[in-house]
C-alpha cells in the first residue's frame, strides 16, 4: 500500500476512535503536507481555527509558520505537519497527560508510516514528547524548548533513526523579536540538515 493510502486509513481509524476532546470538538485535526517530504513538523494541539476547518496550522501561528518557512525555501506544503493533540482543548488550554497518552499513538502510527528523516518539534510539548522517546510519564523530566532549541540530536523513535530539531512555537515568536532571531538561526540548521536538494 502506497504512502498515501496508508496514511488515509489511519486517519479514517483514528476519526472513528473514541478519544478524549472529541466530544467538544467539531472535527478531526489529523496532519497535512506532503507525505513524502524528508521532513515533518510536531505542533501541540489544534486551536480555533484549525477545529473548524481540520487541518493543522491554518489560524495565526500557522500564518507566521508560514512566513518563517519561506524564508529558507520551505513552505508548509513542502513539509508535512501534524500535533500531539488530534482534538482542540476547549479553550486552548494546555493539553494533559491522559489526552496526550490517549493521542500520541495515532501520531506515532503517522510517523511510522511517513518514515520522515527530521523532525521539528514545534514548542515544549512536542519537544518532551519525543525526548522522553513517547514515554509520557517521562515528559516532565526533559529539559525545555529554551535551553534545546537549534540543538540537533539524533532519536531512535519506535525503530526509526530520527533527526529531532526542537524549535520555538511560532505561535510564540509572533509578538517577540528576539525569538525571531533565534527561530532564523535555528531555520539555519534545519537547512543544512536537510540538504540543500530538498529546498526549493
Ligand atoms: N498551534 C499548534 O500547535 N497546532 C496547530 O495546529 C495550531 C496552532
Known sequence: MDKIQLLKEIEEECRNADLPLKAGATN???GKGDLNAEIMFVGEAPGKNEDLQGLPFVGAAGKNLDK???KVGLSLKSVYIANIL???PPENREPNSEEIKAHTPWLCRQISGMKPKVICSLGNYSTKFFLANGEVDKMKEQEGITKLHGKVRMIDFNGLNIKLIPLFHPAAIIYNQKLKVEWENDMVMVKQ???QKSLA
Open 86 to 88: 488530534k482534538y482542540r
Open 193 to 195: 540538515e536537510i540538504g
Open 28 to 30: 478531526l485535526v489529523f
Open 68 to 70: 518563517l518557512l519561506e
